[in-house]
């Protein structure tokens, strides 16, 4: 008789033990699902970072390149007039006659 009477609570407990199990096991997949999709969304960020990085370096490259452009372009500029300048100042001293004017 008492194997009787304990034998509907070791049943509700092993059912209690089986639904914790279930419970804990949909639990680890759902886990395992949403961490496979953080690794493919953690993939898909590092590759974006990457090219964005790359993006980044060309940009400079080319910041780089007209920069240096520009200085030259300046130069030329600075020495073309200093040319002309000098090429006015020394025409100015053959064209000036003081007895013509």
């Keep these: 008789l008492s194997s009787l009477k304990s034998a509907p609570k070791f049943d509700t407990t092993s059912q209690s033990l089986e ?18 999709s953080l690794k493919g969304e ?12 790359n993006e980044l370096d060309e940009v ?25 300048m000098e090429a006015e100042r020394l025409a100015g001293k053959g064209s000036f006659n003081p007895e013509l004017s």
Aim: charged content about 45%; hydrophobic content about 35%.
């Design 19 to 36: 639904l914790m199990l279930t419970s804990a096991r949909d639990e680890l997949d759902l886990m395992t699902k949403q961490l496979d």
């Design 42 to 53: 953690l993939d898909a960020s590092t590759k974006e970072r990457a090219r964005k990085e």
């Design 60 to 84: 400079k490259e080319k910041f780089v390149k007209l920069r240096e452009a520009l200085q030259a372009e300046r130069e030329r500029g600075n020495i073309a007039e200093e040319r002309a």
